[in-house]
C-alpha cells in the first residue's frame, strides 16, 4: 500500500534517517520499533506530511505521492506522539474541526459512533484540558479515525496510558479494519496486535517483515566450559552463527545463538563443535525460539 | 473555503475563551473613553480626531501581543504537527489566524461606539468622517497584524517575535511622525511619509482615500501575507 524508497532527513547536519526502506502492505498492522532516538517518529512524521524528506520517494499504491500535498492528507489518519490537542475546546468541537476539514458527511453521526466506541461519551462536552490522559488519548484516536482513512500511523497510541486504557486501546485498535503503522516501547504488545514489523536502529532499517517469520529464528542458549569467549566468537561467525548474548559465569560461557537456518542445523554445527574441541565441556543445550524483546536488543544493541 | 471557516472558528474559540481576553477588551475599552472624553471637553469639538490620533498607539502594541498568542498557541500544544498533516493549505491557516485576530480587534474598535454616538447627540459631526476612521483603523490594524504575524513566524521565541513585531511598527510609526519628517531633508521625508503607514491611516482616517494609499497597504498586506506563508511553508523543510 505505501512504500519509503531511500528516505533521507537531515536536521541541520545530523542525519536521521538514512537510506529508509520498508513497506506497508495493505490491510496490515505493521509495528515500528527501534529505541528512543532511532528515527520511529521521524519516520511516521514524514509519511504524514508534517516535514518533507530530503530525499527519497513515497509510493501510495504504486504511484510516487508528494506527502506535503494536502490531498494525500485525506488518505492518512495521524496521531503524533503526546497526542497534542487543543485544551480549549470540548472533543465535540475538536472532532468537528477536525472532520470538517476532512470533510466528512454526516459528522455528528460519526462522532457520536467513535465516542461510543471509545467510551467517551459522557465527556464529549467537558473543555480537553480536563480530561485525563486516557480520555485524551481516545479523542486523539478518534480523531485520527474520522472520516475512515485508509492509513493509520499511530506513533506510541498506548503511552502513558495505565494497563486497563492499553488493553482497551490495544483491543480496539486490533479490531480496525484498516492498514496501520504503529510505534510502541511495549514489544509484548507490538507482537500481540501487529502481523508484520519494522525495527529501525541510528536511522536504518535493521530488520522488517512479517512477525511469524521474523519470531521463527531458531535460538540455542548453551552453558560451555574449556574455551574463551573471544575464540568462540572468532569460531561462530566462520558459520554465519549469531551470539545474541554471552555471559562468563566462573569456568563457564553462558552464550544464546540463532542463525538464519533451522534448528537443527544450528545444533548439529554445535555438536561437531564439541566433538571437534575434546577440551569442550558441554553442559546446557536448550533450544527455543526467539522472543521480539531479544530480537529487538539483538539487533539495536549499541 | 469550508477549511478556512473550520480554521477561523477554532482560532476564534482559542482567543474569546481567554480570560485575558476580556480584561483586555475591558482595559482597552476604559482606556479609549476616558483619553477621547478628556480630549472631548478640552476641545470642545464634535469629532473622533481625538480618538483617530490615539489608535495607531494601541494598534502598535496590541497587533503584535495577539498575533504573538495565536501563534504560540500551536507552538506550546505541539498541535502544528497536527494542522501539518491534515489536509490544509498554509495559505487558508495563515487567512484564519489573520481574520481570527482582526475580529478580536475588530470588537475593540467596536467598543469605541458609544463615543462616536455621543458626539452625535451632544453635536453635529461630519458623519462620513467618522465612517472613514473606522474604515482607517481596520485598515490599520489588518495591516499591523499582517506585518507582526508574520514575525511571529520568524522564530519559536516568542518574546523576541513580540519585541521584533512592535520594533517594526513603531519604527514605521516613527517614519511618519512629524518631529522626525522635520530633521529629514525633503526628498528623503517624502520616502519616509509614503513608506509609514501613519500617513496612508492620518489621509484615510481625515476624509481622503488616494491610489497612492491604496497601492501602498495592498502592498504591504501582499508582501507580508506571503512572508507569513513562507515562514508556515519553512517549518515542514
Given at each position: ?8 532527513k ?5 542525519l ?6 520498508f513497506?506497508?502492505?495493505s490491510?496490515?498492522i505493521t509495528?515500528?520499533?527501534g529505541?528512543?532516538?532511532?528515527g520511529?517518529?521521524?519516520t511516521?512524521?514524514?509519511i504524514?506530511?508534517?516535514?518533507a524528506?530530503?530525499?527519497g520517494?513515497i509510493?501510495y ?12 492528507h ?8 503526546n497526542n ?8 465535540r ?7 470538517q ?5 454526516h459528522?455528528n453521526?460519526?462522532i ?7 467510551f467517551f461519551v459522557?465527556h464529549?462536552q467537558?473543555?480537553?484540558h480536563?480530561?485525563s ?9 478518534a ?5 475512515n482513512?485508509?492509513?493509520?500511523i499511530?506513533?506510541?497510541?498506548m ?7 492499553q488493553r ?5 485498535i486490533s ?27 541510528r536511522?536504518?532499517?535493521a530488520s522488517?517483515g ?16 574449556g574455551?574463551?569467549?573471544a575464540f ?7 558459520k ?12 563457564a560461557?553462558k552464550l ?10 544450528l ?10 574441541h575434546?577440551k569442550?565441556?558441554l553442559y ?6 526467539q522472543k521480539l524483546?531479544?530480537i ?5 544493541r549499541? | 473555503?469550508k ?5 477561523y472558528?477554532?482560532d476564534?474559540r ?8 476580556f480584561?483586555?477588551l475591558a482595559?482597552?475599552?476604559l482606556?479609549?473613553?476616558w ?12 469629532n ?5 490620533q490615539n ?17 504560540d498557541?500551536e ?8 494542522l501539518?498533516?491534515l ?6 491557516i ?7 485576530s ?13 463615543l462616536?454616538?455621543?458626539?452625535a447627540?451632544?453635536?453635529?459631526p ?8 473606522y474604515l482607517a483603523c ?7 497584524l499582517?506585518a507582526?504575524?508574520?514575525i511571529?513566524?520568524?522564530s519559536?521565541?516568542?518574546?523576541a517575535?513580540f ?12 517614519l511618519g511622525q ?10 528623503i ?16 482616517a481625515?476624509?481622503?482615500l488616494?491610489l ?6 495592498a502592498?504591504w ?5 506571503i512572508?507569513?506563508f513562507?515562514?508556515i511553508k519553512?517549518?515542514r523543510?
Amino acid at each position: 500500500m505505501l512504500r519509503l524508497v531511500n528516505i533521507d532527513k537531515k536536521f541541520g547536519r545530523r542525519l536521521i534517517l538514512k537510506k529508509v526502506n520498508f513497506e506497508i502492505k495493505s490491510g496490515s498492522i505493521t509495528g515500528l520499533l527501534g529505541v528512543n532516538g532511532a528515527g520511529k517518529t521521524t519516520t511516521m512524521r514524514v509519511i504524514s506530511g508534517v516535514f518533507a524528506a530530503d530525499k527519497g520517494q513515497i509510493l501510495y499504491r504504486g504511484q510516487i505521492v508528494n506527502p506535503l500535498d494536502y490531498r494525500f492528507h485525506r488518505q492518512i489518519g495521524y496521531l503524533p506522539e503526546n497526542n497534542p490537542l487543543y485544551p480549549f475546546l470540548t472533543p465535540r468541537e475538536y472532532l468537528g474541526f477536525i472532520g470538517q476539514i476532512r470533510q466528512i458527511p454526516h459528522l455528528n453521526k460519526q462522532i457520536s459512533k467513535l465516542a461510543q466506541a471509545l467510551f467517551f461519551v459522557d465527556h464529549l462536552q467537558r473543555p480537553i484540558h480536563q480530561l485525563s490522559k486516557g480520555y485524551r488519548q481516545r479523542v486523539g484516536l478518534a480523531a485520527t479515525l474520522l472520516g475512515n482513512p485508509p492509513l493509520l500511523i499511530l506513533d506510541e497510541p498506548m503511552a502513558g496510558l495505565d494497563p486497563n486504557q492499553q488493553r482497551l486501546v490495544r483491543n480496539f485498535i486490533s479490531r480496525l479494519k484498516t492498514t496501520i503503522l504503529l510505534s510502541s516501547h511495549i514489544l509484548a504488545e507490538v507482537q500481540e496486535i501487529c502481523n508484520r514489523v519494522v525495527i529501525i536502529n541510528r536511522g536504518r532499517i535493521a530488520s522488517q517483515g512479517p512477525m511469524e517469520q521474523l519470531l521463527e529464528k531458531p535460538m540455542l542458549k548453551i552453558t560451555l566450559e574449556g574455551t574463551k569467549i573471544a575464540f568462540l566468537k572468532k569460531i561462530l561467525k566462520g558459520k554465519n552463527i549469531k551470539i545474541v548474548h554471552s555471559q562468563k559465569q566462573g569456568k563457564a560461557i553462558k552464550l544464546e545463538l540463532t542463525m538464519d537456518k533451522d534448528m537443527n542445523m544450528l545444533r548439529k554445527i554445535i555438536w561437531d563443535l564439541v566433538r571437534k574441541h575434546p577440551k569442550w565441556q558441554l553442559y546446557q543445550l536448550e533450544s527455543g525460539r526467539q522472543k521480539l524483546d531479544e530480537i529487538f536488543q539483538q539487533l539495536t544493541r549499541i | 473555503m469550508k477549511n478556512f471557516w473550520a480554521l477561523y472558528q477554532k482560532d476564534l474559540r482559542f482567543l474569546f475563551r481567554q480570560p485575558l481576553t476580556f480584561v483586555f477588551l475591558a482595559l482597552l475599552g476604559l482606556l479609549n473613553n476616558w483619553v477621547f472624553l478628556n480630549l472631548l471637553f478640552l476641545n470642545r469639538q464634535a469629532n473622533l480626531q481625538a480618538l483617530w490620533q490615539n489608535m495607531p498607539f494601541f494598534l502598535i502594541l496590541l497587533a503584535p501581543l495577539i498575533s504573538t498568542v495565536i501563534h504560540d498557541e500551536e507552538e506550546k500544544t505541539g498541535s502544528w504537527e497536527i494542522l501539518a498533516s491534515l489536509p490544509l493549505t498554509e495559505s487558508a491557516i495563515v487567512l484564519a489566524k489573520l481574520t481570527a485576530s482582526l475580529s478580536l480587534l475588530a470588537l475593540a474598535i467596536v467598543e469605541t461606539a458609544p463615543l462616536a454616538i455621543t458626539v452625535a447627540v451632544i453635536g453635529h459631526p461630519d458623519l462620513g468622517l467618522i465612517f472613514s476612521g473606522y474604515l482607517a483603523c481596520m485598515l490599520l490594524s489588518i495591516a499591523y497584524l499582517t506585518a507582526s504575524f508574520s514575525i511571529a513566524n520568524l522564530s519559536r521565541q516568542s518574546l523576541a517575535n513580540f519585541f521584533l513585531g512592535f520594533l517594526l511598527l513603531l519604527g514605521d510609526d516613527l517614519l511618519g511622525q512629524e518631529f522626525v519628517l522635520a530633521r529629514l531633508p525633503g526628498k528623503i521625508a517624502l520616502i519616509s511619509r509614503y513608506l509609514s503607514l501613519r500617513s496612508h491611516y492620518q489621509n484615510i482616517a481625515g476624509g481622503l482615500l488616494t491610489l497612492g494609499d491604496i497601492t501602498f497597504i495592498a502592498s504591504w498586506l501582499l508582501i507580508f501575507a506571503i512572508l507569513a506563508f513562507l515562514m508556515i511553508k519553512r517549518r515542514r523543510k
